[in-house]
């Protein structure tokens, strides 16, 4: 039983490409996030959703957009990609924030690679 | 702002000999702190969590950590390693009042020696 689960788990495309990876968590989890993960393994969170709600957007570029059709996926569309945007994104799932409960799971990655 | 310092990028060690990971952060508010694993080309799998109670924590895969509020320490510690530890290991924190937002150290490569 995958509970976070990705897809694909490698993206390979070109400059301006749009594309999207899907994420989707099967615990019964109310908040999911997408976190992305540098070439130097740094990771830093991009978007948080809590019940289909937008409530964490730092600071990325407006070509990603995340859309969450229900509680249980949390989908990224990226436009016009650029060489930048390699990296490994991961999605994760937890309880909602304030509950003292907010563990997150992590899902494998999707491996993006723009060339 | 809240940070994370992961004072090692790199610790070698020999199989079955001790290793602490280091872990310092900074925030003005209590924080609740996580390490997570990271094998080759996987997802991160969750080691070990303070919340609140205890400071000190266990782990999967015998690894503990002790929180240390005074010098807003998380290090992480194993008694005897196994080649099978090779890794990445982050450190994390997080604020009840950020929506559940989690701020990752720059990691540490573990890696394991026979």
């Known amino acids: 039983d995958t509970a976070v689960s990705q897809t694909p788990k490698y993206l390979v495309t070109q400059m301006g490409n749009d594309k999207s990876i899907k994420c989707e968590q099967n615990?019964?989890?109310?908040?999911m996030y997408w976190y992305k993960q540098d070439s130097k393994k740094f990771l830093k969170i991009m978007f948080s959703?809590?019940?289909?709600?937008?409530?964490i957007n730092e600071t990325v570029p407006n070509r990603f957009s995340p859309k969450s059709p229900d509680k249980a996926h949390l989908n990224l569309h990226i436009n016009s990609l650029e060489l930048g945007d390699s990296a490994v994104y991961f999605c994760?799932?937890?309880?909602?924030?304030?509950?003292?409960?907010?563990?997150?799971?992590f899902g494998p990655g999707t491996r993006l690679l723009v060339l | 702002a809240q940070s994370v310092t992961q004072l090692d990028s790199q610790v070698p060690v020999f199989e079955e000999a001790p290793v602490e990971l280091r872990c310092n952060y900074s925030s003005s508010v209590s924080v609740y702190l996580f390490w997570y694993v990271q094998y080759p080309n996987q997802g991160l799998q969750l080691l070990l969590k303070y919340l609140s109670g205890s400071t000190l924590v266990k782990g999967i895969n015998g690894f503990e950590a002790e929180f240390n509020k005074s010098q807003t320490s998380f290090h992480l510690r194993k008694p005897s390693v196994h080649i099978s530890d090779t890794a990445e290991y982050f450190c994390?924190?997080?604020?009840?009042?950020?929506?559940?937002?989690?701020?990752f150290g720059q990691g540490t490569e573990l890696s394991v020696k026979p």
């Open positions: 994390a924190v997080s604020k009840n009042n950020q929506g559940g937002k989690l701020i």
């Open positions: 994760a799932s937890s309880q909602p924030p304030g509950l003292g409960l907010e563990t997150q799971y």
């Open positions: 615990l019964g989890h109310d908040t």
């Open positions: 959703y809590n019940n289909k709600e937008l409530i």
